[in-house]
């Protein structure tokens, strides 16, 4: 059995296509089932569906032999314990700083308001800024709106959720996608159904590319 861990939402939805050109197409819906493990019309391949944040972890310790997962996952996770074979180029947005519009240049130690600690400590200490990272869980929109920080770091897309609530995307830090992970053991232990799929996807991507 090949387990794939993937995370529902944006993700979920943007690889199902790819899964379903490799004849993988899960038998339940997680969107209206409470299974956290589908089976999929390939017998010997199931999906767990996990956070996306979890979704390395699993990997990782071989919970499950692949996983999709977002480059902005991958980063604050730390990958070198697992193998990248693929960029999917699905779910694509980039992660950058954001401030409220026309704030002051800020001098000396910022405060900045993220779920992606590691990330933004790497960045500011890599421009030699000084910051103090507060970790939140969610709507960091939020923060520079009520005093808690000056500053964002988040993952940016159309950009709509940042202009609501009063604020700009500044810097780049990275542009994100989806990458698929293997396990290390599971790359040797299972190559042939694999390699199949890595074969599959990448040649599903190059058509992709070609029609664009
Ligand atoms: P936006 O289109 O910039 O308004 O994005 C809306 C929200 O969705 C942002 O606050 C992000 O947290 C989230 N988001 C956008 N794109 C992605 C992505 N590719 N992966 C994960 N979260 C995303």
Redesign the pocket.
Known sequence: MLTIAVSK???YDDALPLLAEAGIVPIDDPKTSRKLILRTTKDDVQLVIIR?TDVPTFVEYGAADMGIA?K?VLLEHGAESLYEPLDLGI???RLMTATPVNAPEITGRIRVATKYVKTAQRYFADIGVQAEIIKLYGA??LAPLVGLADCIV???????????NGLEPKELIAH???RLVVNKASMKMKHQIIQALLDNFEKTLTTREKEV
């Not at 988040?154 to 609501?164: F, I, S, Y």
């Open positions: 939402g944006r993700i996306a977002g902005d779910a694509k947005c960091m929109e988040d993952v940016v897309d159309t950009g709509n959720t940042l202009k609501a994100i996608s989806s």
